[in-house]
């Protein structure tokens, strides 16, 4: 999360305000390209569109050769995004300022009549303690008939004083009107002597008797309204006998309409079992919280418990889904998980046409080359950006990966000069780098089953067939048939929780330019068989000259699923 908000404060624009922020991301188990283009896009498309914050993004983990490019060029990895499902932090917030729970009923309602506000938060050091409504005011108002309710609520006199515009004549402002009732003395002291008990709060007008009488009878507060003149006589008794005097400019019945609503809020306030939500809860769920609850408000929550706003059905109508730049990838299965939540600005592709659909229509690149990065090094041409060195590295490296140090049948002349020009802008030999890279990804003694299965994992789904073929290249035979023995078990075992039909993984050898081709599934190895015209006496499945996915293996199972009943 520090990363995620750190990244948008460095990118605000030069008058303090958030850009929108456009991420650019590649698919799930990301490789070399899908990481190095997503970097290198994100850097072009900052250098010439400066409304919109262009992040890099990746939807999975970084594997080691891709770690060992990103290293060797100084580039941090990509920013991880789980899902792009609209979360609280996409809806536009009401800033509705807290208050703490100290304040009378009244300021609480003069705040939400100028603000426009129903519900009010009530904070203690950043801090949800609880939340007032206009509903719980009234109630306070109209149901409330107890005249010890005011000492029972613990009211300051500073809120008496505010609520009654009044001045503190005799006693200390800081103090709490604790015990007692609250009495209008509106008969004769004779009488009154009867009413008035130990504490009370008394409420009366410029009449001395009664005054002294108050005092005698041990009130701990007497309010004199209409704004009446307090004789030194009575100041100097009321200090003698610790009774605090109050003058107000509003009568007797004013005072009376208004002292209750000097209360404290906290002694109102809804305190336990707050309906919440956090900055990180996605919207779909929040929205069937919402029907269930019949709040106007809810307070939200960073990830540290701080209070950051309020947010309201009215609020959803708002909402601002997540941009997107799709890269080496235009395959639905293969794309960012909630990709049905965002939207989808451009895609730049080298793939075949996938099952991706948009809502609207979008910018869509897409050349038959042999990397995503290639076709970004023509955009920087094309546009005139200079490529700064560790960005040329990156994309030289994305080439290399993507082609196998141009053995891949995917490779083209456009690829291979583009590799050529990168290397004299990064300062890089082109072979002593694939050597080194290829080594750095292949090393996979340390790593588990389920981490070598996932390094470049793909699926896909062709005339109601789906199926999942990852793949591993090295330059060493030998760490070949020790992945396999990793790797076969392993996917015996998960094949049930794959949601897949079949499932294939390449080991492919870049030296001898093959693959050995490992099959699982009920009808994996017949799709094999009649794919490459194999005979089915064959056990080791080798097919010499193969080592692309995209442009050997893939096509020539599509030719063949296209023609099978699901």
Not at 39 to 59: F, P
Not at 66 to 76: K, M, R
């Amino acid at each position: 999360m520090s990363q995620f908000i750190g990244r948008l404060v460095a990118n605000m624009d030069h008058n303090g305000q958030n850009k929108r922020a456009v991420y650019i991301v590649g698919h799930k188990n990301p490789d070399t390209d899908s990481i190095c283009s997503a970097i290198a896009y994100a850097y072009l498309k900052n250098k010439c569109d400066n409304s919109c914050c262009y992040l890099a993004a990746r939807a999975g983990q970084v594997n080691q050769e891709t770690q060992y490019v990103l290293n060797a060029f100084h580039a941090e990895p990509p920013l991880y995004l789980h899902d792009v499902m609209t979360d609280v932090r996409d809806i536009d917030m009401n800033d509705v300022e807290g208050v703490t729970d100290d304040i009378s009923l009244s300021k609480a309602w003069h705040l939400m009549r100028d603000r426009g506000d129903v519900t009010l938060p009530v904070i203690a050091d950043g801090k949800l303690t609880g939340i007032i409504t206009i509903g719980d005011i009234a109630n306070a108002y109209m149901d409330v008939y107890d005249n010890c309710i005011l000492s029972i609520a613990k009211t300051s006199y500073r809120n008496i004083l505010e609520t009654l515009d009044a001045k503190m004549i005799v006693g200390d402002e800081s103090g709490y009107f604790e015990s007692g009732e609250v009495v209008i003395a509106t008969a004769n002291p004779d009488v009154l002597e009867d009413y008035i008990h130990k504490g009370d709060m008394v409420i009366l007008g410029n009449r001395y008797e009664t005054q002294l009488c108050a005092i005698e009878m041990g009130a701990s507060c007497v309010v004199i309204t209409m704004g009446a003149k307090v004789s030194k006589t009575i100041q100097i008794f009321a200090k003698e006998h610790n009774c605090i005097i109050i003058n107000t400019p509003y009568d007797t019945f004013t005072v009376a309409r208004l002292i209750n609503q000097s209360m404290p809020i906290g002694f109102f306030m809804k305190k336990d079992k707050l309906a919440t939500f956090r900055i990180t809860d996605k919207t779909e769920d929040i929205r069937a919280i919402m029907k269930k609850k019949r709040h106007h408000d809810f307070p939200v929550l960073d990830e540290e418990d701080n209070y950051v706003g309020m947010i309201s059905r009215r609020n959803l109508m708002n909402l601002r889904k997540k941009s997107l730049i799709l890269v080496d990838h235009n395959e639905l299965s293969q794309t960012i998980d909630g990709i049905e939540f965002a939207e989808i600005l451009e895609i730049i592709d080298h793939h075949r046409i996938g099952t991706l659909e948009t809502v609207s229509p979008v910018y869509f690149r897409n050349q038959p080359l042999g990397c995503t990065a290639t076709i970004i090094y023509q955009m920087y041409r094309e546009r005139g950006i200079e490529i700064p060195k560790n960005i040329a590295g990156l994309m030289m490296a994305a080439i290399i990966s993507d082609t196998l140090m141009f053995h891949s049948p995917t490779v083209t002349e456009i690829d291979k000069e583009a590799a050529n020009q990168l290397s004299n802008i990064c300062g890089v030999e082109l072979e002593e780098f694939a050597i080194d890279m290829f080594g750095a990804g292949s090393n996979l003694s340390d790593k588990g089953a389920e981490e070598i299965f996932n390094q470049d994992y793909k699926t896909f789904s062709v005339n109601g067939f789906n199926f999942g073929v990852g793949q591993i290249n090295s330059m060493n035979s030998i760490e070949l048939d020790e992945i396999k023995d990793k790797i076969t078990p392993y996917i015996k075992e998960q094949l049930p929780n794959l949601n897949i039909d079949m499932c294939f993984f390449m080991l492919t050898n870049i030296v001898y330019e093959k693959t050995e081709l490992l099959c699982f599934g009920e009808r994996a190895n017949d799709l094999v068989y009649e794919a490459f015209r194999i005979s089915k006496s064959v056990r080791k499945i080798e097919l010499k000259s193969l080592v692309s996915r995209k442009k050997q293996l893939i096509p020539a199972f599509v030719s063949v699923l296209q023609h099978w009943e699901a």
